[in-house]
């Protein structure tokens, strides 16, 4: 049994003012903004933060996503990048007391649409051929299972992000085929084992959220082997699981990729 977390857990005192929708600017539809506002301490961390770290966070998941296939070999029926995104946004769900998840379910979720902003801005075609699904398709799959989850309190987050009538129908069992897919491989990861290591350098929000975040799922989460998580200059922005190590890496260029995307959202 997962514990679930506080908010207070991930320093996240404020709610981030949500978005509007991030692929109005994709559609042309006129979706409404949604600001929710909470009284802010003076700490309360930007916006920009918040999308970085809740980016990073998922980006982290799905790395785990991968290194659970490979070190508990798990049958993958489909694509594995489509399984890793499923086991990213099922853990935001399943990790968090139900506002933070929503606020980090939000963020993650855009970040897809901000990478379509990008590319579309950037004149590059859509990557058919690549392993990863459109992001246009990550976002919805992301945006349909964290519905599908708690259809009934999550409406409005379906209609701030545009989820079709069409596809939110299916996606309370979307939710529930992922997560009798996933829920028992996140039961067996609470089990005996290995605890995560943490390596990297630097005071950066990046290192810190990792070391964080690798101390807080070593509470829920034991592996077969030692597996590390590193954070580290790779000359791109990306994050990988080398089975080798095994290691999930997550490069120090994401932050600043990051960034840019948040600035492309309005
Ligand atoms: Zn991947």
């Known amino acids: 049994m997962i514990r679930r977390r506080a908010r207070s857990d991930r320093k996240r005192c404020v709610t981030l003012v949500l978005q509007s929708n991030p692929l109005k600017r994709l559609t042309g539809l006129g979706f409404c903004a949604v600001a929710v506002s909470f009284a802010a301490p003076a700490n309360a961390q930007s916006d920009e933060d918040l999308f970085v770290e809740a980016n990073l966070l998922s980006i982290f998941y799905h790395e785990l996503g991968h290194a659970a296939i490979d070190l508990l070999q798990l049958p993958v029926f489909g694509q594995e990048e489509d399984a890793a995104d499923v086991a990213s946004i099922l853990l935001i769900d399943a990790l968090y007391e139900s506002e933070t998840a929503l606020d980090l379910a939000y963020d993650a979720a855009s970040g897809f649409a901000a990478e379509a902003i990008a590319r579309e801005e950037g004149g590059y075609d859509v990557a058919w051929w690549s392993e990863h699904g459109p992001d246009e398709q990550r976002f919805y799959n992301s945006v349909c299972l964290f519905y599908g989850a708690d259809p009934e309190g999550r409406e409005e987050f379906a209609e701030d992000m545009g989820l079709p009538e069409e596809r939110a129908e299916t996606c309370d069992y979307e939710y529930e085929l992922a997560a009798d897919s996933w829920g028992p491989v996140f039961d067996d990861l609470a089990g005996d084992g290995y605890p995560m290591v943490f ?17 807080a799922l070593n509470e829920d989460f034991a592996w077969p082997v030692s597996l590390t998580a590193v954070v580290e200059p790779c000359g791109e922005a990306n994050a990988f699981y080398d089975p080798s190590g095994p290691e999930v890496i997550i490069c120090t260029e994401f932050e600043p990729h990051l960034r840019m995307l948040f600035g492309l959202l309005d």
């Open 199 to 215: 390596s990297g350098q630097g005071d950066s929000l990046t290192t810190d959220l990792i070391a964080a975040e690798v101390e």
